[in-house]
């Protein structure tokens, strides 16, 4: 019997660190009466007109593979949206390939654009699989802060501050993960200047598109100069509540969607059938409960912010998805000793800021895609801890 040992393993994936949210998330399962904040998952269920709408293709025998883009059906209604959303204009048959879920979508992106050796410009704080996807293309990730004193925004001159002649693209997601930071549209343009400027591409996740709370969301593909050089990934699993149904898709100029697609088909062949049909339902008529959605999303942003603040933990006003981002530094415990007591002592899963980048540590991740009630019940529970805190010194 052939042991088993690192060797077998490519020294890249032996360096790759698991995901600090799933740490927390598993240790938060194994423990009674845990009140998660950790997994940025939406509390709603898929609104039934959809699920039956997967059902109806079951039903009716659709289990085959769709074409590798996807069903253009699907295709044309992204299409759509994206035009009446988004001002954005795509074509469906050559520009619009829909993935198995959002990171699929950035994963091919990565192994599309990247020569060995080439960077990549991720802004952190920044989902935990960015860098992790530059690596395993080939890239080399280079990290730039942005900082809470600017309400964790970057800023074109600290782009410029690390670019160099291999920098082939940006990593840039709005809203932000896990800060909820939002950029609005001049500050969009100022990263498009820079973009222009050094002939690079943007890889702009905007899962969270639908998520904006004070201000009309801005696609980065739709200021001027942008579409050409843009790879827009999004998908259904935030605005839409289908984490579950793994359903994204990715528009880029044809040329790039070309070369996507031939990664796309060695990689998963197609996304879900069922999946498909269940999305062309939600695009059609999924918009009065995204609104809804997003109504209790605002005031659940409102509370959590305003508690934390309240409290003494500092606290930026996220302007989308569904993350509170506090400031646990007054505390004198590291992220990971913060999150790590809470949920020992008070039961509340929260994520410690660090596992987002360097400039997460002294903050924790709030998801606020819980009920209100939970929301509640995790607020007196923080605040005890915080408390028991003050006591200790």
């Known amino acids: 019997m052939i042991s088993t040992r690192n060797s077998y393993v490519s020294k890249m994936v032996n360096d790759l660190q698991p995901s600090g949210i799933r740490k927390f998330f598993d240790l938060a399962a194994s423990m009674e009466g845990v009140i998660s904040l950790g997994v940025g998952e939406p509390d709603f269920v898929t609104p039934w ?34 035009n009446q959303r988004f001002g954005v204009r795509y074509d469906a048959h050559n520009e619009v390939i829909v993935t198995v879920g959002a990171s699929s979508a950035i994963d091919i992106a990565m192994r ?35 900082l809470k004193e600017n309400d964790f925004k970057i800023t074109a001159e600290q782009l410029e501050d690390v670019t160099t002649p291999r920098t082939k693209a940006i990593m840039l997601c709005s809203p932000n993960n896990p800060t909820g930071t939002m950029l609005n549209k001049s500050e969009l343009q100022a990263i498009a200047q820079y973009a222009i400027k050094h002939d690079v591409l943007v890889i702009a996740d905007e899962i969270y598109a639908e998520l904006a709370y004070d201000e009309e969301y801005t696609s980065m593909a739709a200021i001027d100069g942008m579409q050409e050089r843009t790879i827009l990934v999004s998908g259904f699993s935030k605005g839409f509540a289908m984490t579950g149904w793994r359903l994204g898709f990715v528009c880029a100029p044809e040329p ?137 010194v």
Do not use: W
Not at 351 to 375: K, M, N, W
């Open 49 to 82: 007109h959809v699920r039956e709408e997967a059902i109806r293709s079951l039903e009716l025998g659709y289990t085959a593979y769709t074409p590798n883009a996807g069903l253009l059906e699907l295709r044309q209604e992204i299409t759509h949206y994206m």
């Open 112 to 146: 599309t654009i990247l020569d060995p050796g080439e960077e990549v410009i991720v802004v952190e704080p920044c989902f935990v699989s960015y860098v992790p996807m530059v690596t395993l293309a080939g890239g080399k990730a280079v990290t730039v802060q942005a």
């Open 256 to 392: 790039i969607a070309e070369a996507m697609l031939k990664i796309f088909q060695y990689q998963l062949m197609c996304a879900s059938t069922m999946s498909q049909y269940a999305a062309i339902e939600a695009l059609r008529n999924g918009r009065p409960e995204v609104d809804e959605m997003v109504k209790s999303y605002r005031r659940r942003r409102n509370y959590i912010v305003q508690s934390f603040n309240d409290m003494g933990l500092t606290c930026h006003n996220p302007g989308g998805a569904f993350y509170a981002f506090p400031s646990i530094a007054s505390t004198g415990l590291t992220s990971q000793q913060f999150a790590e007591q809470l949920l020992q002592q008070e039961k509340v899963a929260v994520v410690p800021g660090d596992v987002f980048g360097t400039s997460g540590e002294g903050h924790i991740r709030c998801s606020y895609a819980a009920s209100f009630e939970q929301l509640q019940e995790s607020i007196k529970r923080i605040g005890h801890f915080v408390e028991s805190l003050k006591q200790s």
